[in-house]
């Protein structure tokens, strides 16, 4: 059942995409394909991304919260939680896209490993035909593991990660200059790890594309630091869309 029902459409998607257009390379056609596919999961990121802007909007009433009710940590989740009732914010939607990204994501391990070195046409559905496309990007190799690629993947992840804490600055601005602070350890933790993973997790990129995910699956290696890449550009995008539409609305009802 997961193999017709999630692998074997994106597998045929992949290859389709080939079909139709003869003249990319296998490269270009994960670019495109990628871009696809996170446009089809669009309307669920677009939910988590707006629940994340709007807990950070109203995150000086919940340190305030947090403070008050310090000394009893189940009041205080309580008094958290009817703040964001009455904010209409639901916390808790980011873990529907987490449950539904997982088993996409592994199905799309399994297909740019089958993408590599050639195409099994056993998957094909009967109007897919097989392309026999170039293994490249751009004249640049993806029959393996790729430094340039990695690295190209390290620095737009640093990049997506720098724009994202960017944009939370502003609200911890306001939170410093007019509201009270939670002084509390796991709340300075928490605020340590956030500004911690802006390096750590272009470390694990470059790690995962140039030596964790090629011990495992060599073929696609290069593919999936494609797919990586093109996804952290599109992420950056969306979020900054998302949230000059957010605050454009903000601006447009608070206009007297």
């Keep these: 059942m997961y193999n017709e029902i999630i692998f074997r459409p994106l597998y ?46 109203v995150e000086p009433e919940a340190n305030k919260i947090k403070l008050q009710y310090s000394a009893d940590r189940q009041v205080q989740a309580t008094k958290v939680m009817e703040l964001y009732k009455a904010k209409n914010i639901k916390p808790f939607s980011g873990v529907l896209l987490l449950f539904i990204q997982l088993p996409i994501l592994i199905a799309l391990i399994s297909v740019f490993y089958k993408i590599s070195p050639s195409i099994d046409s056993n998957l094909l559905y009967s109007f897919i ?12 190799s993806i029959s393996g593991k790729s430094f340039v690629l990695s690295l190209i993947t390290a620095v737009i992840q640093f990049f997506q990660m720098h724009f994202s804490l960017a944009a939370h600055q502003h609200n911890a601005l306001v939170a410093k200059n007019g509201a009270v602070q939670p002084t509390d350890f796991a709340s300075k933790l928490s605020g340590s790890m956030t500004t911690q993973m802006k390096f750590m997790l272009p470390v ?16 696609a290696a290069s593919i999936i630091a494609i797919y990586w890449s093109v996804s952290s ?5 969306q979020e900054l869309y998302i949230r000059k539409k957010y605050l454009l609305t903000i601006n447009k009802i608070e206009r007297p």
């Design 129 to 140: 035909h097989d392309p026999k496309p170039s293994l490249t990007l751009l004249g640049l």
């Design 12 to 57: 045929n998607i992949l290859v389709g995409i080939m079909d139709v257009l003869p003249w990319v390379d296998v490269g270009v056609a994960v670019i495109i394909f990628t871009i696809l596919i996170r446009l089809i999961l669009f309307p669920l990121s677009k939910s988590a991304l707006l629940t994340q802007v709007r807990m950070k909007e």
């Design 233 to 237: 550009l599109f992420t950056l995008a």
């Design 204 to 219: 694990l990129a470059f790690a995962s594309t140039y030596w964790l995910i090629p011990a495992q699956f060599p073929q």
